[in-house]
């Protein structure tokens, strides 16, 4: 890289000191990495998008991202849209669509909870990564001192209708599920493995329990082997499991 080019990087690194909601962000890294050497930066909760990076070395791939939750924060999919890809994301929540319209312009964002029901009842939390559809983890949440913002109604809809609209000139790829404790709800709504849709993905991420033990005897794991996929790696957070 020659020395014109650096200065062009530095210039536009340094601009970002001038753009106070960032403040917060810079401030963070430096106190983390102290600016001293290269490193390694993830979105999601348990690093997920560095193991996909890894595995899944595919350029333009395509993803179905259920439980989206943000274009940013906490996202799985933010690394391969970066690299390239581009998918559908999937979540309950109506008020997440302009975002992903501002950051994901190549994705198309879907307003659903994921199961067979026409329509479910969605509880929102201030802290939106745990609003959920399930009524135990509802309950739990609040035990544990999370406060609901509002309960809505939100259309539903199938795994196997979200799969089969997939383009038909693309390969899915990855099916990322992560719906706080919906996920075995929406597994089921796929079929099962003597009736499933024509265009299955290549890779499952689903959230599992920690512990490759509990994660493999969990419901929705052991649901996606039937379906005919291996064990790929089992992460702090989730599974990843690779179609046969």
Same mark, same amino acid.
């Given at each position: 890289?020659?020395?014109?080019?650096?200065?062009?990087?530095?210039?536009?690194?340094?601009?970002?000191?001038?753009?106070?909601?960032?403040?917060? &962000?810079?401030v963070?890294?430096?106190?983390?990495?102290?600016?001293?050497?290269?490193?390694?930066? +993830?979105y999601?909760?348990?690093?997920?998008?560095?193991?996909?990076?890894?595995?899944?070395?595919?350029?333009?791939?395509?993803?179905?991202? &259920?439980?989206?939750?943000?274009?940013?924060?906490?996202? !799985?999919?933010?690394?391969?849209?970066?690299?390239?890809?581009?998918?559908?994301? !999937?979540?309950?929540?109506?008020?997440?669509?302009? =975002?992903?319209?501002?950051?994901? %312009?190549?994705?198309?964002? /879907?307003?659903?909870? !994921?199961?067979?029901?026409?329509?479910?009842?969605?509880?929102?939390?201030?802290?939106?990564? &745990? +609003?959920?559809?399930?009524?135990? @983890?509802?309950?739990?949440?609040?035990?544990?001192?999370?406060?609901?913002?509002?309960?809505?109604?939100?259309?539903?809809?199938s795994?196997r209708? =979200?799969?089969?609209?997939?383009?038909?000139?693309?390969?899915?790829?990855?099916?990322?599920?992560?719906?706080?404790?919906?996920?075995?709800?929406?597994?089921?709504?796929?079929?099962?493995? $003597?009736? =499933? %849709?024509?265009?299955?993905?290549? @890779?499952?991420?689903?959230?599992?329990?920690?512990?490759?033990?509990?994660?493999?005897? +969990?419901? $929705?794991?052991?649901?996606i082997?039937?379906?005919?996929?291996?064990p790929?790696? !089992?992460?702090?957070? $989730?599974? /990843?499991?690779?179609?046969?």
């Amino acid at each position: 890289m020659s020395n014109s080019e650096k200065f062009i990087r530095l210039i536009k690194a340094a601009l970002t000191f001038f753009i106070p909601k960032r403040w917060g &962000i810079l401030v963070e890294t430096y106190e983390r990495t102290k600016f001293n050497a290269p490193f390694t930066i +993830s979105y999601s909760q348990g690093a997920e998008d560095l193991a996909l990076l890894h595995f899944l070395r595919k350029q333009n791939g395509f993803y179905i991202d &259920i439980g989206a939750h943000h274009p940013n924060r906490f996202s !799985v999919t933010r690394q391969l849209y970066d690299a390239g890809w581009s998918g559908f994301n !999937v979540d309950a929540n109506p008020d997440l669509r302009g =975002l992903f319209v501002k950051w994901r %312009p190549r994705d198309v964002f /879907l307003n659903f909870a !994921v199961g067979n029901q026409s329509e479910y009842k969605f509880t929102r939390f201030h802290e939106s990564a &745990i +609003s959920t559809i399930n009524q135990e @983890w509802k309950e739990r949440f609040v035990k544990e001192g999370n406060q609901i913002l509002d309960e809505i109604t939100v259309p539903g809809i199938s795994m196997r209708a =979200l799969l089969e609209m997939t383009p038909s000139d693309t390969d899915l790829d990855l099916v990322n599920l992560d719906i706080e404790g919906g996920d075995f709800e929406a597994l089921r709504s796929l079929g099962s493995a $003597s009736n =499933l %849709p024509k265009k299955m993905p290549e @890779w499952f991420l689903c959230e599992s329990p920690q512990g490759v033990e509990e994660a493999l005897e +969990s419901d $929705s794991v052991k649901f996606i082997i039937t379906l005919g996929y291996k064990p790929w790696t !089992v992460l702090s957070m $989730s599974t /990843l499991l690779r179609r046969n």
